[in-house]
C-alpha cells in the first residue's frame, strides 16, 4: 500500500523480504545482521499508521529478533521480546497452531538460559501437546522441540 501523501506509505514487500534475509543471516549465525534486519522493520510497523494491521510481521519480527539475541548470548534482552512473540501469537492464532509451539520452545530456550527450568519445562510440554496434533509437522519445528527436550 501506497499513500500519495506518504503519511500511512509502508512497503509490505520491503518488510516480507526483510524479514527473510534476517531468518536467512540467523541461520547462518549472524545474529547480527538479524537483529539489526528486524529492528528495522520492527520501526517501519512501529512508526506507520498501518501497524495496527501488521501484528503478523511484527510477531514474525520479534521471534527472529528475540532468538537472534538469545543466540548472541544475552536472555535478559530475548525475554520481553519472546514473551511479545508469543502473546501476540496466542492473541492472533488457533491454539493448536505449531507457530505458537514455535515461539514457546524459543521461550522456553531463554528461560532455560536464564535457569528458570520450571517454567522452560512448562513451556515445552505445552509445545508437545500441539506437536502431539500434527502427524506431518516438518522437522523445522520438531528438531528445535527436541533440541530442548534433551537439555531438560
Given amino acids: 500500500f501506497v499513500d500519495n501523501e506518504e503519511k500511512t506509505s509502508i512497503s509490505l514487500t520491503s518488510i516480507?523480504?526483510?524479514?527473510?534475509?534476517?531468518?536467512?543471516?540467523?541461520?547462518?549465525?549472524?545474529?547480527?545482521?538479524?537483529i539489526q534486519m528486524t529492528q528495522r522493520v520492527r520501526n517501519a510497523i512501529d512508526t506507520s499508521e498501518l501497524g495496527a494491521y501488521l501484528k503478523l510481521h511484527a510477531m514474525r519480527a520479534d521471534l527472529i529478533e528475540g532468538n537472534s539475541t538469545l543466540h548472541a548470548g544475552n536472555p535478559a534482552a530475548a525475554l520481553p521480546l519472546l514473551q511479545r512473540a508469543l502473546a501476540t501469537r496466542r492473541a492472533l492464532l488457533a491454539t493448536s497452531s505449531p507457530e505458537i509451539a514455535d515461539a514457546q520452545v524459543a521461550l522456553a530456550d531463554c528461560y532455560l538460559a536464564l535457569g528458570q527450568r520450571a517454567a522452560a519445562q512448562g513451556l515445552a510440554n505445552e509445545a508437545l501437546a500441539i506437536h502431539a496434533a500434527h502427524a506431518q509437522l516438518g522437522e523445522q519445528y520438531r528438531g528445535p522441540l527436541r533440541d530442548l527436550q534433551r537439555r531438560l
Fill in 16 to 34: 516480507e523480504q526483510t524479514l527473510f534475509a534476517a531468518q536467512i543471516e540467523q541461520a547462518a549465525g549472524r545474529d547480527r545482521a538479524a
